[in-house]
C-alpha cells in the first residue's frame, strides 16, 4: 500500500463500510491517516448511515470543520444524546452537549495497581495524585459553577 497513488488508496477505503474501520486505518502510518481522512471517504459513510436528507443539512459551511468532524458529533449525539452530560471515553471525561465536546474535565487518577503494572514507583504515583485534581473534584466544581451560572435564570422563571 505504501506504494500506491492516494487515488487508489481513497478506492481501497471507500469499501470499509464502519468508521471504527476508517479510524483503524488512519492509526497504522501517516500516509494512511492522511488518506483516511479524506472528507468524501466520511462524507459517503455519513450519507450511509443518516441519508442524504441529514447529510444536506449537517454538510460543514466553512473549512474550519470537516466531513471527519460532522461525523463525530452525529455519533456522539446517537450514543449520548442531545443534553447536557459527562460522558467517560478510555480515562477521561468531557462534558458534552448538543454531542460538541464542550470542556475536557481530566482523566482518572493513577490508582496504584494500574501504575505499579505500568512500571510507576509508590513516591511518583502519589506525587501525580497530589498534582491533579480528581475528576470527581472537576465535575463537582463544575456543576457548582453551572448552577451559580443558572441561578438568575431560575430566579426570573419563578418570577413569571
Known sequence: MENLPADLCIKVFSFLDLHQDLVAAQQVCRKWKLVASENDLWSNLFKQRWGIDRAVFY???DSSKSWKDVYAVQDRCDRVGLGLKIIREGDDY???HQGQIQKHLGSRSLQPDHAAAAGYTRDE???RNERQ???LDRILFFIGDLE???AP???GRHLL
Open 59 to 61: 454538510a460543514p459551511v
Open 94 to 96: 468531557f462534558l458534552i
Open 125 to 127: 504515583i502519589m506525587g
Open 133 to 135: 485534581m480528581g475528576i
Open 148 to 150: 451559580t451560572a443558572s
Open 153 to 155: 435564570a431560575k430566579r
